[in-house]
């Protein structure tokens, strides 16, 4: 159709007049497409608007950015049904049972292959032990052993004298002869050899229905409650190597990073003790140079090619001295075994060596998966820090100091090598206060009982040589709780899997007066901040 322009046709560069009406009906034509089109727009517009801010596109889009942005965005496919339309669940009310049976809290175990969970008897212990040493070392292994339930071994080189024997103690067995093996180490003892093979010789008894060997010290003490919890986390039948390396980094650098040191514990699986049984005397033929058994044992199994799995309740404690800076900063970890408990001053001040272990080990028999655990809370009013070390120690600060800091544990210590540079050590720790005005107040553990399903703790004003300094140089701010000389701590039970995800424990300031101080501990509640009280 020509244009009608001023009723004006061009063809061949001479204008020719169009019929009125026809000019009339083009231009309404060309109206109506036009509104038609700007119809449409309107239309596919307000749809497109509909459809962009509606509800479950909004969500769509921001999970497709999630996504986008994620690992997953590589697979080429986006996983909408893998994201849910409503919005996410909210946190748990503050007053939800974090200990009830839930699907989350349920054991590894449970939720995997329905086996049954192991029991203490499905375990065999090899204690590696000296004929010479055995009658002090043995009041050690007393405090932990529980004849009636436990099965396993202590592993001399010689026979001891029948009075020695004791049938609440395990049985003492002779380790075979082990002069035809090659020993080169310079520095080593050919003992070394004797201990390595203490797994191999525990496995050839072929005792039933073992599920796992631990391998242990003499001086060496268990907490085998938290023990069988933490083995209930992995497949036994699978070939596991369970533990953990030194503190003393030294060591760790001299032997490897990637061992378990036996004296704080190894957890290996039957069928991992099963393939060692079948090459272990061959194997260690190949390494005389080494120093001792934990290396030998670490050598063949890496021939397996089985990793280290690390728990941090494993303790080798290649430390020497006061041994308060790592037992007042536990990891959040179920504590399961220390070493070298003779080499470190006794652990509650006025009581022996032994006396200490006895109190000690009375506290983690009481309530066994909060022992050691740590819990900080404040008193704003006093403007006070509580730190506490469950069956151990209260330390009460004068000032505010914060949990990343009370993590870090106090260099109270040396390295097993006598040396003391922070360097040394393979965790985290910080250099004691130089200031009386900012040390803590230390409350020891007196005596430990059950109330009820909670444990009632008293723990007592420790005398310090820089109380007179403190009321000089400190004044006029007198030392925290000046009187209060014993705190009592109520702790509650921990939930049964807490051992999965742990966390640090949550505490509540309940002051009743000048003289008296009590101190509530439990597991923190889920979304819960770490102090039940008024923090910061």
Not at 68 to 80: D, K, V
Not at 251 to 267: E, L, Q, V, W
């Amino acid at each position: 159709m020509l244009p009608c322009h001023n009723n004006i046709s061009v063809t061949n560069e001479r204008p020719t007049r169009l019929p009125r009406s026809r000019c009339r009906r083009w231009r309404q034509s060309r109206a109506g497409i036009a509104f038609v089109a700007v119809a449409a727009l309107l239309i596919s517009t307000a749809a497109w608007l509909s459809l962009v801010f509606s509800g479950t596109t909004t969500h769509r889009w921001r999970r497709f950015k999630y996504w986008e942005g994620s690992p997953h965005s590589l697979s080429g496919s986006i996983p909408w049904s893998s994201f849910p339309d409503r919005l996410p669940i909210p946190p748990l009310p503050p007053w939800f049972d974090s200990s009830q049976d839930t699907p989350r809290n349920r054991s590894l175990s449970e939720r995997g292959n329905g086996k049954r969970e192991i029991s203490l008897n499905d375990i065999v212990f090899g204690i590696a032990g000296s004929s010479h040493l055995w009658k002090r070392r043995r009041e050690i292994v007393r405090l932990w052993w529980r004849p009636l339930e436990m099965r396993g071994h202590i592993w001399l080189e010689e026979q001891v004298p029948p009075e020695e024997a004791d049938d609440s103690l395990p049985p003492v067995m002779v380790s075979e002869d082990i002069s035809r093996f090659r020993y080169t180490n310079p520095t080593g003892h050919p003992s070394g050899l004797r201990i390595s093979r203490i797994l191999t010789e525990s496995f050839r008894l072929g005792l039933p229905n073992v599920r796992w060997f631990v391998l242990g010290d003499d001086d060496t003490v268990f907490n085998v409650d938290n023990l069988v919890a933490v083995l209930n986390k992995y497949d036994h039948s699978e070939m596991m190597y369970i533990g953990s390396p030194s503190e003393s980094h030294s060591a760790n650098a001299y032997f490897s990073h990637s061992m378990a040191f036996g004296g704080g514990g190894i957890a290996i699986s039957y069928p991992l003790a099963e393939a060692l049984s079948n090459l272990h005397d061959e194997c260690i033929e190949r390494y005389p140079k080494l120093y001792g058994s934990d290396d030998r044992l670490h050598a063949c199994i890496t021939e397996l090619g089985v990793p280290l799995t690390r728990e941090h309740g494993f303790h080798q404690w290649d430390i020497r001295g006061n041994a308060h800076g790592l037992l007042s900063s536990h990891p959040i970890a179920p504590f399961i075994s220390i070493h070298h408990v003779e080499y470190v001053d006794p652990f509650y001040p006025g009581l022996s060596s032994l006396d200490s272990l006895k109190l000690f080990t009375k506290a983690m028999k009481t309530e066994p998966r909060s022992f050691l655990q740590r819990s900080i809370c404040y008193d704003r009013e006093r403007h006070l820090t509580f730190s506490v070390s469950l069956g151990y120690v209260v330390q009460v600060f004068p000032n505010i100091v914060l949990p990343r800091e009370l993590e870090r544990s106090e260099h109270t210590y040396v390295a097993w090598n006598k040396l003391g540079h922070p360097q040394e050590f393979d965790h985290d720790t910080r250099k004691s206060y130089k200031s009386v005005c900012k040390k803590p107040v230390l409350f020891f553990l007196k005596d430990v009982m059950k109330d009820g399903n909670a444990t009632l703790g008293s723990y007592s004003r420790a005398k310090a040589k820089d109380d007179l300094k403190r009321k000089v140089f400190c004044f006029p701010h007198p030392p925290p709780l000046q009187y209060v000389q014993n705190i009592q701590v109520l702790g509650y039970p921990l939930g049964k899997n807490w051992h999965q995800v742990p966390r640090r424990l949550c505490c509540k300031v309940n002051n009743t007066g000048d003289e008296a101080f009590q101190l509530m501990v439990g597991q923190c509640e889920k979304g819960a901040l770490s102090s039940f009280s008024d923090s910061l």
